[in-house]
């Protein structure tokens, strides 16, 4: 009697657990993406005075931007295209954890954003979070291979199946008027923070 009530908390501990975690995924994400609209509408009611929080590379003055670049838009369509993608990939990252989703996610900007100011065309001014979504892509598809946890596994080839075509699209330096090198650096950074962070495997039971 003791050992069958003991499993049904456990159980219904796991569910909760896993519930409070999704909520807490999904009111960050939520709020993210909100504030991205936010700061559109300030943006745009200003005249667009916030654009010049874009990275505008190899000036030294400019990288006080690297960061602030990843939460500016270049007008409402340009936001609503980053949405629904930082959207579900930021809740699938956070669904790990959200203080290893918050490193990735650092480590992810701030890299983009260096690397952005090193190798942009001259003259251009860069910012969007499309460089924090081609992380987040890279970082959702190799977590489950790097901690070697089936789902993992299965959740990142369920993404890279869906998003792959479009995010080969994104790396082509013939689009005009896209920051190619940032989604670049972005990918190659989601990958570096998928090893960065990455939780230890799971060891059989047993074990």
């Known amino acids: 009697m003791t050992d069958s009530t003991s499993s049904t908390s456990g159980t219904r501990m796991g569910i909760g657990t896993g519930t409070g975690r999704a909520l807490a995924a999904g009111k960050l994400m939520v709020g993210w993406v909100a504030l991205l609209w936010v700061l559109e509408a300030v943006d745009t009611a200003s005249g667009h005075a916030l654009d010049r929080f874009g990275i505008q590379p190899r000036d030294p003055a400019e990288l006080v931007d690297v960061v602030p670049a990843s939460f500016i838009h270049f007008g409402f369509d340009h936001v609503a295209a980053n949405s629904i993608p930082l959207l579900v990939l930021g809740f699938v990252a956070a669904l790990s954890g959200l203080r290893r989703f918050l490193l990735a996610c650092a480590l992810i900007i701030v890299a983009d954003g260096l690397g952005v100011w090193l190798v942009a065309p001259a003259h251009s001014n860069t910012a969007g979070a499309s460089g924090l979504i081609f992380g ?49 650096i972005g990918l190659v950074a989601g990958v570096a923070a998928a090893f960065a962070v990455r939780r230890p495997p799971r060891l059989p039971k047993g074990s």
């Open 136 to 184: 987040l892509f890279g970082f959702v598809v190799l977590s489950g291979f790097v901690e070697r946890r089936p789902l993992g596994i299965v959740v990142g080839l369920l993404i890279a199946a869906y998003w792959g075509t479009t995010i080969l699209a994104g790396l082509s330096p013939t689009n005009q008027g896209v920051s190619w090198q940032g989604h670049l």
